[in-house]
C-alpha cells in the first residue's frame, strides 16, 4: 500500500521538476520557433512560447521513476502504457503544433494509445460486455484527449484543469488503493 511520504514524494518531485523545466522550455521553444500565434480562438495578444507540455511530460515521467519500486510491486505493464500512450500523444501534439496535422492522422494516434491503454488492462469496467467496456475505453481516451486540446486557448486552463481534476483522481484512488491512478496522477 501506498504511503502518505509517497504520494508526496511523487507530487514534489513532479512540481519542482515541472518548476524548473518550464523556462528552460520557454527559452528552446523561442529559440527553435516553436510559438503559438494569436488567432481567433486564442486569448493572447502576442505570440506565445510552445513546449510547456514538454517540461510536463518529463516531470510525470520522472515521478514516475521516483516510485519505480513502488510501480514495480504493483502493475509494471500498466505503468510502460500509460507512457507509451501519453509519449505518442505527446508526440503528435508536437508535431501538430509545429506543422499542423490532419483529423485523421491525430484520431488514429490518439486510438493507438487508446488501445495500448486497454489491451495492458487500464480500462472502463462499467458493463458486463466486453464491447461496451471496450468502446467506451476508446470514447473516454479520444474524448479527455480532445476536450483538453480544445481547451488549450488561454496560457496555463489546461495545466490548471489537469492539476484539479488529477488531485482528486489521485485522492479517490489512494482511498481505494489503486497504486497506478495515485502515482500517475500526483
Known amino acids: 500500500m501506498l504511503r502518505a511520504a509517497d504520494i508526496l514524494?511523487?507530487?514534489?518531485?513532479?512540481?519542482?521538476?515541472?518548476?524548473?523545466l518550464t523556462?528552460?522550455?520557454?527559452?528552446?521553444?523561442?529559440?527553435?520557433?516553436?510559438?503559438?500565434?494569436?488567432?481567433?480562438?486564442?486569448?493572447?495578444?502576442?505570440?506565445?512560447p510552445l513546449l510547456g507540455g514538454v517540461a510536463i511530460f518529463i516531470a510525470f515521467f520522472i515521478g514516475i521513476l521516483s516510485q519505480w519500486d513502488v510501480v514495480m510491486l504493483s502493475q509494471k505493464s500498466q505503468i510502460l502504457a500509460i507512457l507509451s500512450g501519453t509519449s505518442i500523444l505527446l508526440v503528435?501534439?508536437?508535431i501538430d503544433d509545429k506543422m499542423g496535422m490532419?483529423?485523421?492522422?491525430?484520431?488514429?494516434?490518439?486510438?493507438l494509445a487508446a488501445m495500448i491503454l486497454y489491451?495492458?488492462?487500464l480500462r472502463l469496467s462499467f458493463f458486463g460486455n466486453y464491447y461496451l467496456n471496450l468502446i467506451f475505453t476508446y470514447l473516454w481516451v479520444i474524448g479527455m484527449t480532445n476536450s483538453f486540446?480544445?481547451?488549450?486557448?488561454?496560457?496555463?486552463l489546461s495545466a490548471g484543469i489537469s492539476v484539479i481534476a488529477l488531485f482528486f483522481f489521485g485522492a479517490i484512488s489512494w482511498i481505494n488503493n489503486q497504486t497506478v491512478v495515485v502515482i500517475v496522477s500526483f
Not at 514524494?9 to 524548473?20: G, K, Y
Not at 520557454?26 to 502576442?46: E, S, T
Not at 490532419?102 to 486510438?111: S, T, Y
Open 9 to 20: 514524494e511523487v507530487f514534489i518531485t513532479t512540481a519542482v521538476v515541472s518548476l524548473l
Open 23 to 48: 523556462p528552460l522550455m520557454r527559452v528552446v521553444a523561442l529559440k527553435m520557433g516553436y510559438l503559438d500565434y494569436p488567432q481567433n480562438n486564442k486569448r493572447h495578444a502576442h505570440s506565445t
Open 92 to 94: 503528435l501534439g508536437l
Open 102 to 111: 490532419g483529423p485523421n492522422i491525430k484520431l488514429l494516434g490518439q486510438f
Open 119 to 121: 489491451k495492458s488492462g
Open 149 to 156: 486540446n480544445l481547451l488549450d486557448n488561454m496560457n496555463g
